[in-house]
């Protein structure tokens, strides 16, 4: 992949257009964008990423990438959804690849019928930025925004999915969960602690769902690279988290709604926030 001098994505919006001219784009935007989230990268072999202590039954868990993949491709062939979006950044160390760009290549490795429209995004680290920066790349490629869109992910996920939708003023959101649920696995329960901190259980208000707290920071950080490291002070991990967002503002030419992200209030900033999908 190539990348900056800050070892990151160089561009994180590449559409790949399949069976459709420049002058059929521009006639019909399209109008809705399927999401599949990244969670491990193909490295043309095995899913890499998955480690024991986190998962259980890392087989079962690399079998439910897989189906996301072939899920999210099908859905696309069959036009449930007009664009296709992979993505996940290059979330691992001592790998090239990004979440996306592995996730296109499993497909090619199985031979599993690509959409029409195939869009890459390779700068996201989490959920939120799954979400928000799949958006980014949606309108740079197509110079509008979707008016649908929907999200593939572990099921255990769908609260989270949901409230960022919330955070992000987007209506016609729906969330696909492929995977099984054992609300005993380590990942379901810490689930539980992150939804601790995006809800206010006192005042029983939605307070952080774009994840801008020290909590998802350092997870971001964590798999920034070329470092990869988050043993860091809070205002050390925020400042490098808010450098990598604004490379992936630079690749898809929007900095003010970065800007908007980074600047939030994570006591519930999120609610006077405007964004241009909105009626």
């Not at 664009?83 to 996940?88: D, K, M, P, R, Y």
């Not at 690849?97 to 592995?102: F, K, S, V």
């Not at 195939?118 to 928000?132: H, I, K, M, T």
């Not at 307070?207 to 964590?222: I, N, Q, T, W, Y």
Request: charge should be neutral; aromatic fraction near 10%; charged fraction near 25%.
């Amino acid at each position: 992949a190539a990348a900056d001098a800050g070892g990151w994505p160089a561009s994180g919006g590449l559409c790949l257009t399949l069976g459709h001219t420049d002058e059929n784009l521009m006639a019909s935007a399209p109008k809705s964008m399927l999401i599949v989230a990244g969670h491990a990268i193909w490295d043309g072999k095995d899913w890499k990423g998955i480690e024991k202590s986190k998962f259980p039954d890392p087989e079962a868990m690399k079998r439910t990438i897989a189906q996301h993949v072939r899920d999210g491709c099908k859905m696309g062939v069959k036009r449930l959804y007009d664009v296709i979006a992979f993505s996940g950044g290059q979330t691992r160390k001592n790998l090239e690849l990004t979440e996306a760009q592995g996730m296109a290549n499993f497909a090619a490795y199985r031979n599993i019928e690509f959409p029409d429209d195939l869009l890459f995004e390779s700068f996201a680290r989490d959920s939120f930025e799954n979400v928000f920066l799949s958006l980014l790349a949606f309108y740079h490629n197509y110079k509008a925004w979707p008016e649908t869109i929907g999200v593939i992910s572990m099921p255990h996920k769908s609260i989270r999915f949901m409230l960022m939708a919330t955070g992000l003023h987007f209506d016609n959101f729906t969330f696909h969960g492929i995977g099984k649920v054992d609300p005993h696995e380590k990942n379901c329960l810490n689930e539980m602690i992150n939804m601790g901190v995006v809800i206010d259980y006192k005042t029983k208000t939605i307070k952080d769902p774009l994840l801008r707290a020290p909590h998802f920071v350092s997870k971001r950080v964590g798999r920034t690279g070329p470092c990869y490291d988050n043993n860091q002070s809070d205002d050390e991990n925020k400042n490098k988290d808010d450098k990598y967002l604004r490379c992936a503002a630079s690749a898809y030419g929007d900095d003010r709604l970065v800007e908007q992200v980074i600047n939030c209030d994570r006591q519930g900033g999120w609610r006077k926030l405007r964004w241009p999908w909105q009626p």
